[in-house]
């Protein structure tokens, strides 16, 4: 059984910094893409970052690139997103989700994370 659990959500000012966890259990991530996404209240889910287990290519939404850094530690099976420069409108919740490369799909979710950001 796979699973996904987050960590690292909280209530943070703006201009401030945050990291959240992705740890991931029951299998590898070999040949997945693990994304981070977010939903704010009254909005859709949109995918923030995304990563290739294998090779680490990273893709970013425009809203958060170059504040934003998704990376991936192999021998923690782990995945992070790193927030920089955070804004109050990047209040919403994170979850991360898995899917297999060449599959639109995302097949495996977490259960999420709250991220507050005051102004």
């Known amino acids: 059984q796979v699973q996904l659990v987050e960590s690292g959500g909280g209530l943070v000012q703006a201009g401030g910094s945050l990291r959240l966890s992705c740890a991931a259990s029951?299998?590898?991530?070999?040949?997945?893409?693990v994304g981070w996404f977010r939903q704010a209240p009254g909005k859709e889910r949109v995918l923030v970052a995304a990563?290739?287990?294998?090779?680490?290519?990273?893709n970013y939404a425009d809203s958060v690139k170059d504040r934003f850094t998704i990376s991936r530690d192999r021998a923690k099976n782990t995945v992070y997103l790193q927030m920089n420069s955070l804004k109050p409108e990047d209040t919403a919740i994170y979850s991360c989700?898995?899917?297999?490369?060449?599959?639109?799909?995302?097949?495996?979710w977490g259960q999420g994370t709250q991220v507050t950001v005051s102004s």
């Open positions: 990563i290739r287990w294998n090779g680490g290519i990273t």
């Open positions: 029951g299998r590898t991530f070999d040949s997945y893409v």
């Open positions: 989700a898995a899917r297999v490369l060449g599959i639109s799909t995302y097949s495996y």
